[in-house]
């Protein structure tokens, strides 16, 4: 029995911490990886989440990068125009 719950609290806190990174909700998904162990680690296959101000998306290579980001980290594009407004 106390390996079972020890199990669940490791892939909780593993599946909760892929969570934050993704910007989904922490609580909800260590809730899913304590129950559901190794199952509850689908959150490794979702998209992150673009949230309004704090991401966005690249426009040459799709990728969700910080809001405040110059360069995309994933291709190496341009994201602020010399004048300052986002490059389209």
Known sequence: MIPLIVSGLLF????????????RGEVLWFVLGFVLHLFGLVVLFLPPVCKSGITKKCTACAEI????????????????????????
């Open 12 to 23: 909780g806190a593993i599946a909760s911490s892929i969570a934050r990174q993704k910007g």
């Open 65 to 88: 990068v910080k809001a405040e980001a110059n360069v995309c980290r994933y291709c190496g594009k341009d994201l602020i125009a010399v004048g300052g407004e986002e490059v389209s």
